[in-house]
Structures are given as C-alpha cells and as structure tokens.
C-alpha cells in the first residue's frame, strides 16, 4: 500500500499545527500523554498484546523481525515506530498496513480536538494519536518502538505488555538521558513492568547491572543473551539455544554481524510469547535505511556497476557496525556519503570508518536545522584519517563517484538523510 503524496496535504497541515504546540523547554515527563489519554478514554488500555522494545541501537532492526516472525505465522500486528524516513504515515501500520491518508487525518484531528491547544509535544501527540488507532482496529499484537529513553517515553503508558525488550545500551542523547550508560541505562528499563519478562541483548556489564537491578524491583523475570539464550552462526547458518532447546535457522535477511544479536532477542520474544514462525523471523524482515541495498532507482541508476548502500545510524556503535561490516565484505573502491547532525557524536561514528574507505564525501541534510554543514564533516572526517571533500547534494556526489570508478558507495549518518537519500532514489518504503 502506498500514499499518493498529493493526498497528504491534509494530514501535514494537522502535523504542522501540532508543532507549534510543543512546550518551550522540552520536558521528559508523562503529565501530558496522561491527560491526553484521559480526555480519549484512554486507548492505550485497548490494544491488542504489547511488545515494547527501548535501547540505543537495534531497537527497530529487533521490532522488524519480531513483527515478521509473527506475520509469518499469520498473525496481524499494530507496528509503532519513529522517526520517518520519507512520509509520516511509516510511523503507524494498522494490521500491518501503513496508515492510509483518511485514517491518520481522522485521528491526528480528534486528538488535536481533545487537547485544545494545550502544550504537547509532537511525538507524545502523535504516539497518543497511534494508541487510538490502533485501538480501533482489530489486530493480534501490538509493537511499540520507544522514542526517547523509556521511563518518561510517551509510549510508557502500557501497564501490562507481553514482552519487554531491552537492545544494547551506549551513548545517546546524554543531554535527556545522563552521562554515563548506568544512567543510560536506568531510562531504558524505565520500561519493564511488574511480572512481565524482559528479554535483553548483549550489554556493558555497568548496563547490565542496572537492567537487572530493575527487573528484580519489578520481580520481572529476565531472558538475558548469554545467560538464558545464546545466539551464534555456524556454517552459514544461525543457532539459536535456549532451555527449550536448539534452532537451526537462516541467517538474518538484514544484513550486518550485529544483527545476530538482535535476531536473538527476536526469537527470544517469540519463544516467551510461545508464538510465530522463526524461520520468517529471519528470512522476511524488512527494514528500510539499515544498510538497506539500493538496487534500483533515480541514484542506482547514476551508478549501475557499483554496489550502493543506505545506513541511517548516527551514533558510535552504528559506526563501529557499519565498519564492522565494511571489513567482513571488503570490497576495493569503498567510499562514503556521509551528512550528519551536530547533535550527534560526529568523532565517534567516524572513527571506526577510517580503516573501510577510500575516502568520504561529506554534505549537509537538506531542511534540517540542525545539519552539519558539508565543510564541518569534511573536517572531521579529515580528523578521523579518512580523506575527505565536500558535495553540494548527495546526486552530485554519487555523479562525482561514478566517474572515479568507485566500486561501493555508503550513504550514512543519519535517518534524516535516509530519508532524502529515498525520496532522491524514488524508492519509498511501503
């Protein structure tokens, strides 16, 4: 299902006015999100099975699978995730669909409605416009990528999900979350109820320790990797143990040795629920922007002889991911697109690049205000060894590339340029 963009305009004049609502100081507190779920009846107390899912990095990587695991087994699943790529509608899937136009424009105007104009944030209006949504509609589960942290995320209204989820946890967002991973680490598990099993991935001991810390508070039983579950490739294949017993599976369709970890917890989630099809866990997830591989389009076509790859990861670990899979699949002629936000820890994801590519061209993302500027991560990347210039687009870079005989080209460094990067190629997710 795809949305005609010429039948967008309603929902984006809504999104718009909902911008202006958002309080002068960002505060993570959950007073708004409440209030607005009271004034709705409170949807969030009417949805299907929830399976949340916080972390730093893997969190929408882990949701795919999951959600292809339980579709593969026939069941219907609610999928809320963020931010967009391209188009508001990706956020919400209703049974599995994208949102249509009417729907969105439905619910995005009652909670506006209910609100009446007082101070909300984007992302808790919006996450309180999917809960309605999804309330609505018949569904088996219902999945919920946190926003922000955990413990204040506007999605932290479910007193009861199925499954809790905790990926790996490092350094994000320390201006909201703290400084140091324990702190980190206290805002995801924020997330973990009373009873109700946690599955965690591969964690810094400091993490972890604060992770299990809270699942006893909670008394929540916890399913963690190397303890409870194990996950490794062996002759091309994946292996996953538990109690229950051993899986010999396809490796993961989303590419990258890190997605091992996450295609554990997938089946980790899938085993506690007692539910899905594991083999789909790992053979049919989809997940735009995570060394997605353009293989057709406005930007492939500037490029047909040349491996193209799309990675939205912006922080130190998707850095030290993205090289880490650069290095398992050498290939001579390897350079990189990179735009960033200042935002972000530019040093840290750079740095593991230094011994992948042959050299980076750098370029800001357009509409954001926030973008580094091409000149500014030039310069980092020169500082992080990597030899480096500048582009006024990322078109005029892969034109630029293409006449050097490069052999791979990744796009990296934030979904905001994903997102631009797609709608250059014409290769909208669906």
């Not at 790529?85 to 995005?108: K, N, P, W, Y």
């Not at 946890?169 to 702190?183: A, C, I, M």
Request: negative net charge.
């Amino acid at each position: 299902m795809t949305c005609d963009p010429a039948r967008t305009q309603g929902s984006d004049r809504v999104l718009a006015r909902l911008m202006a609502l958002h309080p002068k100081v960002i505060d993570l507190v959950l007073d708004r999100v409440w209030r607005l779920l009271g004034a709705l009846d409170h949807p969030e107390r009417k949805l299907p099975p929830v399976i949340h899912v916080a972390g730093t990095n893997g969190k929408g990587s882990t949701l795919a699978m999951i959600r292809a695991g339980l579709e593969g087994a026939g069941a219907r699943c609610h999928v809320y995730t963020s931010p967009h790529l391209a188009r508001f509608h990706e956020r919400i899937r209703l049974a599995g669909t994208l949102i249509s136009e009417d729907a969105l424009l439905d619910v995005l105007e009652e909670c506006e409605a209910a609100n009446d104009g007082a101070p909300i944030t984007y992302f808790e209006i919006t996450t309180v416009a999917a809960f309605l949504a999804f309330s609505r509609m018949q569904a088996d589960y219902t999945l919920l990528e946190v926003g922000l942290g955990g413990r204040l995320d506007a999605t932290n209204v479910i007193d009861q999900p199925a499954v809790t989820v905790i990926t790996p946890v490092s350094y994000d967002h320390q201006q909201f979350l703290g400084n140091t991973l324990p702190e980190i680490a206290r805002e995801k598990a924020g997330i973990i109820k009373r009873g109700v099993p946690c599955v965690v991935t591969r964690q810094d001991e400091a993490a972890l320790e604060v992770i299990e810390a809270q699942a006893e508070r909670c008394g929540a039983p916890v399913l963690a990797q190397g303890q409870h579950w194990h996950v490794y490739e062996e002759r091309g294949r994946l292996v996953y143990q538990d109690e229950r017993g051993l899986l010999d599976l396809p490796l993961p369709a989303l590419p990258g040795t890190h997605q091992m970890d996450n295609a554990g917890a997938a089946l980790a989630v899938l085993r506690a629920l007692d539910a899905g099809n594991p083999e789909a866990a790992m053979t049919q997830a989809v997940w735009p922007a995570r060394m997605q591989k353009l293989t057709q389009g406005h930007l492939k076509a500037l490029l047909p002889d040349a491996e193209m790859w799309l990675d939205g990861g912006h922080n130190p670990q998707a850095g030290a991911a993205l090289a880490a899979y650069l290095a398992s699949h050498p290939v001579p002629g390897t350079h990189v697109i990179c735009g960033m936000l200042r935002t972000k820890d530019v040093a840290g994801f750079l740095n593991p690049l230094a011994k992948v590519s042959e050299s980076l061209t750098a370029v800001s993302i357009p509409g954001e205000a926030a973008t580094l500027s091409a000149e500014e991560t030039r310069a980092a990347a020169q500082a992080a060894g990597i030899k480096a210039m500048t582009a006024p687009s990322v078109e005029a870079a892969v034109r630029t590339l293409a006449q050097t005989g490069a052999r791979r080209v990744i796009i990296c460094g934030s979904l905001y340029l994903a997102g631009e990067v797609l709608r250059q190629n014409r290769t909208l997710p669906h």
